[in-house]
């Protein structure tokens, strides 16, 4: 009925399901999952929360929940949920893997690149074939030995011009200043022409060059490896995740396959 158009009989559909069937994780999951697909947040994180009343030992809905949990109170709901999730299902891979997701994203005070890597590795060993911890690990990888060196050598060429003063004003508008200026300096980085680029406000002109040679495709394959990653993923032959699925783009693809694609 969802396939065709019919959202309202699809949930009316599911709603008889949760009452007949109450029992059964899996109707309270599409449940929550038609929910998030049209974009019914709310609605979603409100079944999820009823579901898991009942089915406490079902790491598919506490990884959900901990999805929908950023909507409400952001990282700090999200890692209330992590742990909350964690003492109910400890050996949930899925859950292991929304715990590496909150670890992993850049722009949050949670990023921690150490502490996504533990939690995929048990990701990965309790649930081998959700496939969605392998490609999270793929990210890793790729923030680890790739743009992690580069961020590394932009921090040490431009260091001297961040010199923050005494006052927490003048602090944060330095720390906003050296951001603004290093943004531009790698977006002009990724500009293939250089000369429809204006120069003249740009205060790093000194790393333009370095940067745009390590941030090709052919500077990322020659700056990572990938061997143990697909030998791993080729042993544990995934076969779920909607991330994974997203990733594979033929039905008989081979997780090496899938892993490349990524």
């Not at 609605?43 to 598919?60: K, N, W």
């Not at 990282?75 to 997701?101: H, M, T, Y």
Request: hydrophobic content about 40%; some cysteine; proline content about 3%.
């Amino acid at each position: 009925e969802e396939f065709i158009g019919c959202t309202h009989l699809a949930r009316s559909v599911l709603c008889k399901g949760r009452v007949l069937y109450c029992n059964d994780w899996k109707v309270w999951l599409e449940s929550v999952l038609l929910e998030i697909r049209t974009m019914n947040l709310r609605r979603a994180l409100e079944i999820v929360t009823v579901a898991l009343e009942i089915h406490q030992g079902t790491g598919r809905l506490w990884a959900t929940l901990i999805q929908l949990c950023q909507i409400r109170g952001g990282d700090q709901a999200q890692i209330f949920a992590l742990q909350r999730a964690l003492n109910a299902v400890p050996k949930s891979g899925e859950v292991w893997c929304e715990g590496a997701r909150i670890h992993l994203n850049p722009f949050s005070d949670t990023f921690d690149v150490s502490r996504a890597r533990r939690h995929l590795f048990f990701a990965t060993k309790f649930t081998p074939q959700y496939g969605d911890s392998f490609i999270e690990a793929l990210r890793l990888e790729l923030l680890h030995q790739w743009l992690e060196p580069i961020a590394t050598y932009i921090w040490k060429k431009t260091k001297s011009t961040f010199l923050p003063l005494e006052a927490q004003d003048a602090k944060t508008n330095c720390l906003s200043k050296y951001i603004a200026d290093i943004s531009l300096a790698v977006f002009i980085s990724q500009e293939t022409n250089e000369n429809e680029v204006p120069f003249s406000d740009l205060v790093h002109k000194n790393i333009v060059s370095t940067v745009r040679q390590e941030l090709t495709s052919d500077s990322m394959r020659s700056a990572i490896d990938l061997d143990d990653l697909r030998q791993a993923c080729s042993n544990a032959d995934p076969n779920y995740g909607s991330l994974w699925f997203s990733c594979r783009r033929h039905p008989c693809d081979t997780p090496q396959r899938v892993i490349e694609d990524a």
